[in-house]
């Protein structure tokens, strides 16, 4: 983790957050790769669940909703987690992630008994303080889908079984936040509920499992570090029925990267309850129903952290042809072709005339299809190590050749093969191995 973290901020993938006062516990900004990667697996998530289905439409709900509809879902009351803390250095404990339940795990002090502690984020809207300005920063972005369940039905003419999909941030005020970017308070979610019959729900439920446990393997990750996990029964929210998690084998253990849940018919019947509409839908033969759903819940942290681990790899002595690069050890980030944040590097092998403009049109024409980038400084060795290192896919050398032949070298990052293409056909050549 210590080596992820370090090629995190030295890359610009991630860095602490307002770190020249000092940063603020669990908060991360992500910088210009780490925003391009995450832009990525977010467009892959939209791909495989909106994009590629009929039976699938997006929604993007607001972060500010009326504190009813907390109320309704039971986050009010049951979005708790029991805290203590030591009576001898004063930290607090999320009692459920400690071994001995009475002793500090810090200083080896005893605990105070423990007391529920709401994980909702409160704040006011409006110029007064009061009861009746409260209002909450979403916990998860659910609770808009379920409430808009109505509108998307009416406005999408939609049949079940259908889904609705949204990715957007979700705020909770975690007792013991960790591990990195894993664990934070301010989080972005990629989340759908599906809409189903209820006698269907065994059916869709075993679909979903394995269609969000495919994605991580069709994105990249070894089949040996990923695993499903089923909940017991003193694990499962109170609105689950069943629910399975999609696990990681991270550096500091088995840990969960999304939640596939069977959530029946709870969240519609509350919020028909709570707010006095009909939360219903009515089938082509007349039937009235309310219907079961299943979600699959993911971050968009944590599979960015899971992918930056299974594409880490070092390789000692290096494997560029320079002396001076094969003496130290070199990393190679190997993200998946539709994750990597730049596709292409663009390598003069020198800054000077006519070599600089050649290099700078091609620069300028790639970058109109895919995230590229042009760099000229240092040896071409080391230029290859940092494009390597942040997971370029295609390095493009423009040669003292290349003002004759007009060709330019593309080396593979990973088979290190090289391919000498007419710069006329590069776009073409790329799109094929993008695509």
């Known amino acids: 983790m210590e080596k992820i973290v370090s090629l995190a901020k030295r890359r610009g993938f991630i860095f602490p957050s307002s770190e020249i ?7 991360y900004d992500y910088g210009p790769l ?3 990667l995450k832009n990525n697996i977010k467009k892959a ?15 993007d709900a607001s972060i500010l909703m009326n504190p009813k509809v907390w109320e309704a879902s039971g986050h009010l009351k049951g979005f708790v987690d029991p805290l203590a803390e030591c009576k001898s250095c004063h930290k607090r404990f999320k009692l459920d992630g400690l071994k001995d339940k009475n002793k500090c795990s810090e200083c080896g002090g005893i605990l105070t008994e423990a007391k529920n502690f709401n994980l909702l984020f409160k704040t006011f809207m409006g110029p007064v303080e009061g009861d009746s300005a409260v209002i909450y920063l979403r916990p998860e972005t659910a609770q808009g889908i379920f409430v808009n369940f109505n509108n998307v039905l009416q406005s999408s003419r939609m049949k079940v079984p259908f889904g609705i999909a949204q990715i957007g941030k979700s705020f909770r005020n975690e007792i013991t936040p960790g591990n990195f970017i894993f664990r934070t308070r301010e989080f ?12 269907e729900a065994k059916k869709w439920y075993k679909y979903w499992l394995k269609q969000r446990f495919d994605w991580y393997l069709d994105l990249g990750i070894k089949k ?23 696990e990681y084998k991270f550096p500091f253990g088995w840990s969960e990267l999304e939640g596939v849940a069977d959530r029946g018919d709870f969240d519609l019947k509350q919020h028909q309850k709570f707010s006095n509409q009909d939360m219903s839908y009515q089938d082509q033969d007349g039937k009235k129903y ?8 993911a971050g968009v942290d944590r599979p960015l952290l899971a992918f930056l681990v299974d594409a880490y790899e070092e390789i000692k002595g290096g494997r560029t042809t320079t002396t001076q690069a094969n003496k130290e050890q070199e990393v190679v980030l190997r993200l998946h072709k539709d994750l990597a944040p730049i596709k292409a590097a663009i390598l003069p092998l020198s800054k000077k005339e006519p070599l600089k403009k050649v290099a700078q049109s091609i620069y300028k024409d790639l970058k109109k299809y895919w995230m590229v980038q042009y760099d000229e400084v240092g040896s071409i060795g080391r230029r290859y190590r940092r494009q390597d290192e942040i997971g370029t896919l295609y390095c493009i050398t423009v040669d003292f050749d290349s003002l004759d032949d007009k060709k330019v070298t593309i080396r593979d990052r990973d088979t290190m093969k090289q391919d000498r293409v007419a710069i006329s056909a590069l776009v073409d050549y790329l799109k094929n191995k993008l695509d």
């Open 21 to 27: 006062y000092g940063g603020l516990a669990s908060c």
């Open 34 to 36: 780490g925003v391009e």
């Open 45 to 59: 998530w939209w791909k495989k669940v909106v994009q590629e289905r009929d039976d699938m439409v997006g929604l």
């Open 188 to 199: 972005e979610q990629m989340e759908l509920e599906f809409f189903v019959k209820p006698n």
């Open 224 to 246: 040996k570090n990923l695993r499903l996990r089923e909940h017991g029964e003193d694990e499962l929210a109170h609105y689950a029925r069943s629910c399975f998690d999609v």
């Open 290 to 297: 309310i219907p079961y759903v299943i979600e699959p819940s």
